[in-house]
Protein backbone atom coordinates (compact mmCIF):
# COMPACT_ATOMS: atom_id res chain seq x y z
CA UNK A 1 0.00 0.00 0.00
CA UNK A 2 2.18 2.95 -1.28
CA UNK A 3 0.66 6.25 -1.33
CA UNK A 4 0.80 8.17 -4.68
CA UNK A 5 -0.67 11.97 -5.44
CA UNK A 6 -3.08 13.54 -3.28
CA UNK A 7 -5.95 15.13 -4.61
CA UNK A 8 -9.38 16.73 -3.17
CA UNK A 9 -12.52 14.80 -1.96
CA UNK A 10 -15.19 15.19 -3.80
CA UNK A 11 -18.56 15.21 -1.63
CA UNK A 12 -20.21 12.49 -3.96
CA UNK A 13 -20.89 10.85 -7.22
CA UNK A 14 -23.44 10.17 -10.18
CA UNK A 15 -24.95 6.89 -9.22
CA UNK A 16 -25.31 5.82 -12.71
CA UNK A 17 -22.23 7.55 -14.26
CA UNK A 18 -20.00 7.50 -11.31
CA UNK A 19 -18.20 10.69 -12.20
CA UNK A 20 -17.65 12.93 -9.59
CA UNK A 21 -18.95 15.94 -7.81
CA UNK A 22 -16.78 19.10 -8.29
CA UNK A 23 -14.63 20.19 -5.63
CA UNK A 24 -12.74 23.43 -4.80
CA UNK A 25 -9.14 23.04 -5.92
CA UNK A 26 -8.64 24.96 -2.48
CA UNK A 27 -9.28 22.34 -0.18
CA UNK A 28 -6.75 20.64 1.23
CA UNK A 29 -6.79 16.47 1.03
CA UNK A 30 -6.57 15.34 4.65
CA UNK A 31 -3.97 12.87 3.28
CA UNK A 32 -2.05 16.03 2.28
CA UNK A 33 -2.79 17.82 5.49
CA UNK A 34 -1.60 15.08 7.83
CA UNK A 35 1.81 15.31 6.44
CA UNK A 36 1.16 11.72 4.16
CA UNK A 37 3.63 12.13 0.89
CA UNK A 38 4.19 10.27 -2.61
CA UNK A 39 6.04 7.06 -1.70
CA UNK A 40 5.02 6.58 2.46
CA UNK A 41 3.80 3.09 2.55
CA UNK A 42 1.17 2.27 4.67
CA UNK A 43 1.43 -0.07 7.46
CA UNK A 44 -1.63 0.03 9.03
CA UNK A 45 -5.16 2.00 9.30
CA UNK A 46 -6.67 2.96 12.60
CA UNK A 47 -4.93 -0.45 14.35
CA UNK A 48 -5.94 -2.46 11.49
CA UNK A 49 -2.48 -3.67 8.84
CA UNK A 50 -2.79 -3.20 5.39
CA UNK A 51 -0.66 -5.40 3.40
CA UNK A 52 -2.30 -4.24 0.17
CA UNK A 53 -3.80 -1.07 -1.44
CA UNK A 54 -7.19 -2.44 -1.90
CA UNK A 55 -6.79 -3.77 2.51
CA UNK A 56 -5.83 0.37 3.39
CA UNK A 57 -9.13 1.50 0.54
CA UNK A 58 -11.32 -0.92 2.71
CA UNK A 59 -10.48 0.27 6.18
CA UNK A 60 -10.30 3.70 5.01
CA UNK A 61 -13.80 3.71 4.26
CA UNK A 62 -14.97 2.59 7.66
CA UNK A 63 -13.28 5.25 9.59
CA UNK A 64 -14.32 8.65 10.39
CA UNK A 65 -12.42 11.78 12.09
CA UNK A 66 -8.90 11.43 13.47
CA UNK A 67 -7.62 8.15 12.59
CA UNK A 68 -4.18 7.06 13.53
CA UNK A 69 -2.10 5.76 10.11
CA UNK A 70 1.30 3.97 10.75
CA UNK A 71 3.78 5.08 7.38
CA UNK A 72 7.26 3.94 6.90
CA UNK A 73 9.55 6.68 4.81
CA UNK A 74 12.95 5.97 4.10
CA UNK A 75 13.40 2.47 6.46
CA UNK A 76 12.12 4.82 9.47
CA UNK A 77 8.37 4.63 10.89
CA UNK A 78 5.65 7.54 12.60
CA UNK A 79 2.62 7.82 13.06
CA UNK A 80 0.19 10.51 11.81
CA UNK A 81 -3.09 11.52 12.29
CA UNK A 82 -5.77 11.96 9.47
CA UNK A 83 -8.70 13.52 9.56
CA UNK A 84 -10.90 11.13 7.81
CA UNK A 85 -14.01 13.16 5.73
CA UNK A 86 -17.26 11.17 5.21
CA UNK A 87 -18.54 11.15 1.76
CA UNK A 88 -20.86 9.33 -0.40
CA UNK A 89 -19.68 6.80 -2.81
CA UNK A 90 -20.90 3.69 -4.46
CA UNK A 91 -21.35 0.41 -2.06
CA UNK A 92 -19.71 -1.78 -4.21
CA UNK A 93 -15.75 -1.13 -4.40
CA UNK A 94 -16.19 -2.76 -7.73
CA UNK A 95 -19.21 -1.16 -9.40
CA UNK A 96 -19.47 -0.17 -13.06
CA UNK A 97 -20.91 2.96 -14.28
CA UNK A 98 -24.08 2.18 -17.12
CA UNK A 99 -26.08 1.07 -14.46
CA UNK A 100 -27.60 2.55 -11.00
CA UNK A 101 -25.18 1.88 -8.19
CA UNK A 102 -26.18 2.48 -3.80
CA UNK A 103 -23.86 5.18 -2.83
CA UNK A 104 -23.07 4.84 0.87
CA UNK A 105 -21.20 6.86 3.10
CA UNK A 106 -17.41 6.23 3.55
CA UNK A 107 -14.80 7.32 4.46
CA UNK A 108 -12.08 9.33 2.26
CA UNK A 109 -8.54 11.60 2.62
CA UNK A 110 -8.17 11.80 -1.20
CA UNK A 111 -5.14 9.53 -1.83
CA UNK A 112 -4.06 8.58 -4.81
CA UNK A 113 -1.83 4.56 -5.33
CA UNK A 114 1.24 4.74 -6.30
CA UNK A 115 1.38 2.59 -9.54
CA UNK A 116 4.87 2.89 -10.73
CA UNK A 117 8.24 1.71 -8.18
CA UNK A 118 11.31 2.32 -8.76
CA UNK A 119 14.86 1.34 -7.97
CA UNK A 120 18.51 1.53 -8.74
CA UNK A 121 20.39 -1.06 -10.05
CA UNK A 122 21.32 -2.15 -6.55
CA UNK A 123 17.78 -3.23 -5.10
CA UNK A 124 16.36 -3.93 -8.51
CA UNK A 125 17.51 -7.38 -7.74
CA UNK A 126 16.32 -8.27 -4.41
CA UNK A 127 13.29 -6.56 -5.24
CA UNK A 128 12.58 -8.78 -8.46
CA UNK A 129 13.26 -11.82 -6.26
CA UNK A 130 10.16 -10.66 -4.14
CA UNK A 131 8.07 -9.93 -6.94
CA UNK A 132 8.50 -13.26 -8.35
CA UNK A 133 7.72 -14.68 -5.10
CA UNK A 134 4.46 -12.65 -4.77
CA UNK A 135 3.41 -13.80 -8.47
CA UNK A 136 4.05 -17.34 -7.68
CA UNK A 137 1.77 -16.73 -4.61
CA UNK A 138 -0.59 -15.06 -5.88
CA UNK A 139 -0.92 -17.66 -8.62
CA UNK A 140 -1.08 -20.57 -6.64
CA UNK A 141 -3.81 -18.78 -3.85
CA UNK A 142 -5.77 -18.10 -7.10
CA UNK A 143 -5.24 -21.63 -8.30
CA UNK A 144 -6.66 -22.90 -4.57
CA UNK A 145 -9.78 -20.44 -4.82
CA UNK A 146 -10.56 -21.23 -9.15
CA UNK A 147 -13.27 -24.13 -8.08
CA UNK A 148 -15.23 -20.97 -5.34
CA UNK A 149 -15.19 -18.55 -8.44
CA UNK A 150 -16.56 -21.67 -11.03
CA UNK A 151 -20.20 -20.42 -9.96
CA UNK A 152 -19.84 -16.64 -11.52
CA UNK A 153 -18.63 -18.13 -14.47
CA UNK A 154 -22.15 -19.14 -15.27
CA UNK A 155 -23.67 -16.07 -13.51
CA UNK A 156 -21.55 -13.85 -16.15
CA UNK A 157 -23.58 -16.89 -19.00
CA UNK A 158 -26.97 -15.18 -17.78
CA UNK A 159 -25.61 -11.36 -18.25
CA UNK A 160 -25.14 -10.29 -14.87
CA UNK A 161 -22.53 -7.54 -14.20
CA UNK A 162 -18.99 -8.58 -14.70
CA UNK A 163 -16.98 -10.41 -11.81
CA UNK A 164 -13.77 -8.99 -11.88
CA UNK A 165 -12.50 -11.83 -10.02
CA UNK A 166 -14.27 -14.32 -12.12
CA UNK A 167 -12.14 -16.87 -14.05
CA UNK A 168 -11.11 -15.62 -17.97
CA UNK A 169 -10.35 -17.86 -20.93
CA UNK A 170 -7.36 -16.86 -23.39
CA UNK A 171 -10.19 -15.09 -25.39
CA UNK A 172 -10.67 -13.04 -21.88
CA UNK A 173 -7.23 -12.35 -21.39
CA UNK A 174 -6.63 -11.30 -24.92
CA UNK A 175 -9.65 -8.81 -24.85
CA UNK A 176 -7.72 -7.12 -21.33
CA UNK A 177 -4.54 -6.89 -23.35
CA UNK A 178 -6.55 -5.47 -26.21
CA UNK A 179 -7.55 -2.75 -24.13
CA UNK A 180 -4.69 -2.22 -22.20
CA UNK A 181 -2.95 -1.98 -25.90
CA UNK A 182 -5.13 0.46 -26.96
CA UNK A 183 -4.66 2.56 -23.68
CA UNK A 184 -0.85 2.33 -24.15
CA UNK A 185 -0.87 1.14 -20.48
CA UNK A 186 2.22 -1.14 -21.68
CA UNK A 187 3.31 -1.80 -18.24
CA UNK A 188 -0.05 -3.28 -17.46
CA UNK A 189 -0.02 -5.28 -20.97
CA UNK A 190 3.32 -7.04 -19.55
CA UNK A 191 2.48 -7.82 -16.20
CA UNK A 192 -0.53 -9.76 -18.08
CA UNK A 193 1.79 -11.75 -20.21
CA UNK A 194 4.05 -12.37 -16.75
CA UNK A 195 0.93 -13.29 -15.08
CA UNK A 196 -0.37 -16.01 -17.90
CA UNK A 197 3.23 -17.30 -18.22
CA UNK A 198 3.15 -17.59 -14.61
CA UNK A 199 -0.59 -19.18 -14.45
CA UNK A 200 0.98 -21.48 -17.16
CA UNK A 201 3.65 -22.85 -15.33
CA UNK A 202 2.29 -23.14 -11.77
CA UNK A 203 -1.01 -25.02 -13.12
CA UNK A 204 1.04 -27.19 -14.99
CA UNK A 205 2.89 -28.38 -11.58
CA UNK A 206 -0.40 -30.12 -10.37
CA UNK A 207 -0.05 -33.50 -9.63
CA UNK A 208 -2.83 -35.02 -11.94
CA UNK A 209 -2.17 -36.35 -15.29
CA UNK A 210 -1.11 -35.97 -18.05
CA UNK A 211 0.20 -32.60 -16.59
CA UNK A 212 3.88 -32.57 -15.68
CA UNK A 213 3.23 -32.05 -11.85
CA UNK A 214 1.26 -36.01 -12.43
CA UNK A 215 4.58 -37.40 -14.19
CA UNK A 216 6.35 -35.58 -11.53
CA UNK A 217 4.61 -37.28 -8.85
CA UNK A 218 4.61 -40.62 -10.35
CA UNK A 219 7.92 -40.43 -10.50
CA UNK A 220 8.52 -39.57 -6.77
CA UNK A 221 6.42 -41.99 -5.69
CA UNK A 222 8.59 -44.63 -7.74
CA UNK A 223 11.69 -43.42 -5.78
CA UNK A 224 10.10 -43.32 -2.45
CA UNK A 225 8.61 -46.93 -2.86
CA UNK A 226 11.38 -48.42 -4.08
CA UNK A 227 13.82 -47.09 -1.58
CA UNK A 228 11.42 -48.41 0.66
CA UNK A 229 11.72 -52.17 -0.69
CA UNK A 230 15.92 -51.02 -1.14
CA UNK A 231 15.98 -50.32 3.18
CA UNK A 232 14.09 -53.55 3.42
CA UNK A 233 16.54 -55.92 1.25
CA UNK A 234 13.47 -56.39 -1.36
CA UNK A 235 14.57 -55.90 -5.25
CA UNK A 236 12.44 -53.23 -7.58
CA UNK A 237 9.11 -53.17 -8.62
CA UNK A 238 7.97 -52.85 -12.07
CA UNK A 239 7.06 -49.20 -13.23
CA UNK A 240 4.12 -47.56 -12.88
CA UNK A 241 1.14 -48.99 -14.87
CA UNK A 242 0.22 -45.56 -16.60
CA UNK A 243 -3.10 -47.33 -18.16
CA UNK A 244 -4.72 -47.99 -14.53
CA UNK A 245 -4.29 -43.97 -14.39
CA UNK A 246 -6.57 -43.47 -17.58
CA UNK A 247 -9.82 -43.20 -16.34
CA UNK A 248 -8.47 -40.24 -14.03
CA UNK A 249 -7.02 -39.00 -16.62
CA UNK A 250 -9.64 -38.40 -18.69
CA UNK A 251 -12.02 -37.26 -16.08
CA UNK A 252 -9.46 -34.61 -15.64
CA UNK A 253 -9.51 -33.39 -19.18
CA UNK A 254 -13.59 -33.56 -19.47
CA UNK A 255 -13.02 -31.58 -16.60
CA UNK A 256 -10.77 -29.27 -17.61
CA UNK A 257 -12.27 -28.89 -20.95
CA UNK A 258 -15.71 -28.25 -19.76
CA UNK A 259 -14.49 -25.12 -17.57
CA UNK A 260 -12.59 -24.43 -20.99
CA UNK A 261 -16.16 -24.13 -22.99
CA UNK A 262 -17.75 -22.52 -20.17
CA UNK A 263 -15.11 -19.62 -19.72
CA UNK A 264 -14.66 -19.20 -23.32
CA UNK A 265 -18.49 -18.65 -23.84
CA UNK A 266 -18.71 -16.33 -20.69
CA UNK A 267 -15.79 -14.05 -22.34
CA UNK A 268 -17.31 -14.18 -25.36
CA UNK A 269 -21.36 -13.12 -24.45
CA UNK A 270 -20.20 -10.76 -21.10
CA UNK A 271 -16.78 -10.02 -21.38
CA UNK A 272 -14.06 -8.14 -18.68
CA UNK A 273 -12.97 -4.89 -20.30
CA UNK A 274 -10.50 -3.04 -18.49
CA UNK A 275 -11.52 0.70 -17.38
CA UNK A 276 -10.51 3.71 -19.39
Given at each position: AV???????????????LAASPCSPSDIPPARRAGIKPGDTILSVGGVTTPTWTDAVRVIRDQRGATPFVLERDGQRMTVQVDVTTVQRAADLAAKPGQPNKLVDVGAIGLGQQLTAHYNPVQAVPATFVFT???????????????????????????????????????????????????????????????????????????LLPLDGGHIAVNLYERVRDGVRRRQGKAKMPPVDYTKLLPLTYAFILVIGAISLLTIAADIVNPIRLPE
Open positions: AGETACVPATQNPVTGQMFAGTWQGLMMFPEKVPAVFKALTGAPPDLNRPVSVVGASIIGGDAAEQAQWAFFLVLLVALNFFVGVFNLLP
